[in-house]
T-cell receptor
Framework: DTAVSQTPKYLVTQMGNDKSIKCEQNLGHDTMYWYKQDSKKFLKIMFSYNNKELIINETVPNRFSPKSPDKAHLNLHINSLELGDSAVYFC?????????????FGNGTRLTVT | GENVEQHPSTLSVQEGDSAVIKCTYSDSASNYFPWYKQELGKRPQLIIDIRSNVGEKKDQRIAVTLNKTAKHFSLHITETQPEDSAVYFCAARSGAGSYQLTFGKGTKLSVIP
């Protein structure tokens, strides 16, 4: 009964490859996010989608492309992976129609680029 | 945009002592302040939150205080236990429709048995 699930849990790949991370939430939330957590544990927002529409697109290389086929899914595709992309990527969701709804995080995907 | 500063970055306490983590924010329009706990290798999980119309909120051994005038808020953990060891993040948001939580850089709390 995982609320926010993302796959894969671990991803090891070589520089220059293209990879995708998938995320699904079963909470009925209307907003989903991707956060990046680097080795220093900083949590930085990358993207936010509300009802399948892109709301936030922080300064992220255009090699990163989010896709939201419906409200319950937000996938992240990364082209031409670089060493600096190594991090833990967290998907999250919230119900923005409710004032100050908390974020619910997935378990994270640890991406290692070699 | 919002900027959240969090201190200290590391904190060690003896089991049974209290721990206090402090955060300041820059956007006076922010009105929602959650705290997340992240254990090693796991996801951040909400432990307590406070809204701008409340000055203090308590849940068993944890409490959060908010001073809107000074734009700072704090997490207090009393009677600390080894399982409280984790990284704690504060965050702030400018209200419904903002869609973005801005996180502090985290505090690594170690509770020494």
């Amino acid at each position: 009964d995982t609320a926010v699930s993302q796959t894969p849990k671990y991803l090891v790949t070589q520089m220059g490859n293209d990879k995708s991370i998938k995320c699904e939430q079963n909470l009925g939330h209307d907003t989903m996010y991707w956060y990046k957590q680097d080795s220093k544990k900083f949590l930085k927002i990358m993207f936010s989608y509300n009802n399948k529409e892109l709301i936030i697109n922080e300064t992220v290389p255009n090699r990163f492309s989010p896709k939201s086929p419906d409200k319950a899914h937000l996938n992240l595709h990364i082209n031409s992976l670089e060493l600096g992309d190594s991090a833990v990527y967290f998907c999250a969701s919230s119900q923005e129609r409710l004032t100050n709804s908390p974020l619910h995080f997935g378990n994270g995907t640890r991406l290692t680029v070699t | 945009g919002e900027n959240v500063e969090q201190h200290p970055s590391t904190l060690s306490v003896q089991e049974g002592d209290s721990a206090v983590i402090k955060c300041t924010y820059s956007d006076s329009a922010s009105n929602y302040f959650p705290w997340y706990k992240q254990e090693l290798g796991k996801r951040p999980q909400l432990i307590i939150d406070i809204r701008s119309n409340v000055g203090e909120k308590k849940d068993q051994r944890i409490a959060v205080t908010l001073n809107k005038t000074a734009k700072h808020f704090s997490l207090h953990i009393t009677e600390t236990q080894p399982e409280d060891s984790a990284v704690y993040f504060c965050a702030a948001r400018s209200g419904a429709g903002s869609y973005q939580l801005t996180f502090g850089k985290g505090t690594k709390l170690s509770v020494i048995p």
